[in-house]
């Protein structure tokens, strides 16, 4: 129930936290028959909601063990779809041994042709690239379809979850999911040797997954390689916001990646020059129509965005409290914004009837105001550009082109 009454609103808080959600290869999930959605992990929690949203699938999720600490701590993740994992860390090897508990709910779930997602990676850490991955999506698969002879088929599906700054608002998500890998093929030698049957799908996992997940090239740049990322970005997809299905983004970036990169002392300079004038890249791109007017609708965006200021400085509160890093930082102010955002519905049978209606009109277009106020920061940010000087001008559209 708590699963069903949370969805819409993370989903509601998502199609705003970013500015652009970019999802392909939907048509890979199946739609009644079991399949287990195999991800990368590059934050605590973020990409299990967007998945959880932006697909048509209930999702079951396997979280770390030490979450489920306490009964209310259990009863709420348990109404959420979670089974809990644990660690020998988590509470040695008692804790340990649960783990076949969990296994056997997920056996069941497959079983009843339901959908999973799993944290193939197992840790969290957030780089562009792809780590190590743990055998439990081969074990969970291959021993869901030998306990149950009835079960014919798991279907795994490799998705790549990559984003543009993890740590920011209104940046950007680009899914891809990948051709689903058959776990069928591997049963028989699963039967013969456990092992080897799952070390082989797990490399077939890692395979199709490297294809769909952004990776940095061995002794590159982490500032350089994002600065060139972010300047074809703009070129590829450009004015691209809200929910889309075109993967032109992440085409952009696995090309990159990919492929022959420019000169990085020059896209540091590049970067360097930039900040220095406090422009974007995007300041410095061609104009997408012949004539930019400041939008005249940009202060009645604001003020209708006025009355979720409070809950939005409030969630930023509770981030800087707690870890401070790339993987935990967004995902707790992301989930801080959801409940509070949870609780405006409440409040507004509280507040007198201008303020309810005022919140009520802010919940309502809060994705068209923002789009208004960074219409009107676009505006200001080639304004900035158009004032320099016309050699300094033709200098930075030199070296973007370079990156280009």
Not at 313 to 326: D, H
Request: charged share 25%; glycine share 4%.
């Amino acid at each position: 129930m708590l699963y069903y009454l949370v969805r819409p609103v993370a989903r509601y808080v998502l199609s705003y936290y970013y500015r652009n959600i970019d999802i392909t290869g939907l048509d890979h999930i199946p739609r009644d028959a079991p399949v287990i959605l195999a991800a990368n992990h590059p934050t605590a929690f973020i990409e299990p909601c967007l998945l959880a949203c932006f697909q048509s699938r209930t999702l079951h999720f396997l979280a770390r063990g030490d979450l489920f600490r306490s009964t209310v701590a259990t009863l709420v993740l348990r109404a959420l779809n979670m089974l809990p994992v644990y660690r020998i860390q988590d509470g040695g090897y008692d804790k340990l041994v649960r783990n076949y508990d969990t296994f056997d709910e997920c056996y069941t779930a497959l079983s009843q042709h339901r959908a999973l997602m799993i944290l193939a990676e197992g840790r969290c850490i957030h780089e562009k690239r792809l780590r190590p991955l743990r055998k439990g999506t081969a074990r969970i698969a291959l021993g869901a379809l030998d306990r149950d002879n009835t079960l014919r088929e798991v279907y795994i599906v490799p998705v790549g979850v990559n984003f543009t700054a993890a740590d920011q608002t209104r940046s950007k998500v680009m899914i891809r999911c990948g051709e689903p890998l058959l776990a069928s093929r591997y049963l028989s030698e699963y039967r013969k040797q456990e092992m080897t049957a799952m070390r082989s799908l797990t490399d077939d996992l890692r395979t199709a997954l490297s294809t769909l997940v952004v990776q940095l090239p061995d002794g590159v740049d982490v500032a350089a390689f994002d600065t060139v990322l972010e300047t074809r970005d703009h070129a590829a997809a450009r004015g691209q916001r809200g929910i889309t299905h075109s993967g032109k983004t992440l085409d952009a970036e696995l090309a990159t990646s990919s492929g022959a990169l420019p000169d990085m002392a020059g896209t540091l300079r590049y970067a360097a020059r930039l900040k220095k004038h406090g422009l974007r890249d995007d300041d410095v791109a061609p104009p997408m129509t012949s004539a930019i007017k400041m939008p005249l609708t940009a202060l009645p965006a604001a003020v209708l965005l006025l009355p979720q200021l409070p809950g939005w400085l409030l969630a930023e509160t509770i981030a800087l409290r707690g870890p401070k890093t790339v993987e935990f930082y967004s995902p707790v102010r992301f989930a801080a914004i959801a409940v509070i955002t949870l609780l405006y519905l409440p409040a507004v049978f509280f507040l007198p009837w201008p303020v309810a209606v005022w919140l009520i009109l802010s919940l309502l277009t809060v994705r068209w105001a923002l789009r208004k106020v960074e219409d009107w920061l676009d505006w200001r940010g080639h304004r900035k550009f158009m004032q320099l000087s016309v050699a300094e001008r033709e200098e930075l559209q030199r070296m973007r082109e370079a990156l280009l």
